[in-house]
């Protein structure tokens, strides 16, 4: 049997978190579960404490990846789950999880279905997300942003640092994991509907998605993002200077922007190549 430790960060989820704990208490194989209080203002602490969580209290709001690197770090198992307090996180999924490990992945992530999302709009964001870090990794991304998942313990703080404080861990250890040339599984779930109230602000984590978008791309490699976009510039550049060419007999100044773009673009692309490579070879 697998032993595992879970890893739950929470936020003023005193609604929901006691069923929640009580359920992945019952578990086999779990031996302890983590509720990193993320600088709560309700009773969130002191209910996972009577449900019997090992808690662990911040004494203010980190952010959701931060509470997930003191779990991590706090944890004693060899293999972490790690879930949300919400209740849209079902702890009977769990078991599905942590044996497909013994598949030979590193890491396991439990893929929302469809009519899992929280609304349209994010569907439809998650799914490019998907499309576009199947295409940076060219392996099947099955759900980048997924914040149910496991993972073996002494390679998910290999990347720990890599990890920032706010909701975009699972992008970010996701493309670590395959950057690091480590195997990532799925596994099929269903979200419930969060109980209380989202910390999801839509314009600002709308902000925040789209950088997701650029991360991705920085956090595996840069060139395939930088390098379509140098292209597209560099041939509308040469199409538009053989345009004016034909037409003006000259070399314009917007031929001149495009082409000089493209050049720095792929500079950008080049330098960030470099840089991603010396921080994963840092991380090892």
Known sequence: MIRFSIIIPAKNEASAIGPVIESAMKLPGCCEVIVVDDGSDDDTRLIAAEQGARVIRHPYSKGNGASIKTGARAATEDVLVFMDADGQHSPQDIPRIVECLSQGFDMVVGARQKGSQA?????????????????????????LTSGFRAARREKFLEFINLL?????????????????????????????????????????????????????????????????????????????????????????????????????????????????????????
Do not use: C, W
């Open 119 to 143: 609304s349209v709009g994010r569907g439809i964001a998650n799914r490019f997300y998907n499309r576009l870090a199947s295409y940076m990794t060219g392996q099947k991304v099955q759900d």
């Open 164 to 284: 920032p404080n706010g909701f975009s861990y699972p992008t970010t250890s996701t493309m670590a994991f395959f950057r690091a040339g480590y195997s990532v599984g799925y596994v099929p779930i269903n979200a419930a509907q969060r109980k209380g109230k989202s910390h999801i602000k839509p314009l600002q984590d709308g902000v925040r998605f789209l950088l997701i978008i650029f991360k991705v791309g920085t956090l595996y490699s840069p060139l395939k993002l930088f390098v379509p976009i140098a292209a597209v510039l560099f041939l509308t550049g040469v199409s538009y200077y053989g345009y004016t060419l034909s037409t003006m007999g000259r070399f314009t100044n917007m031929s001149a922007l495009l082409l000089t773009t493209s050049l720095i673009i792929f500079m950008v692309g080049l330098v960030s190549e470099q840089i991603t490579a010396l921080m994963y070879s840092k991380s090892d």
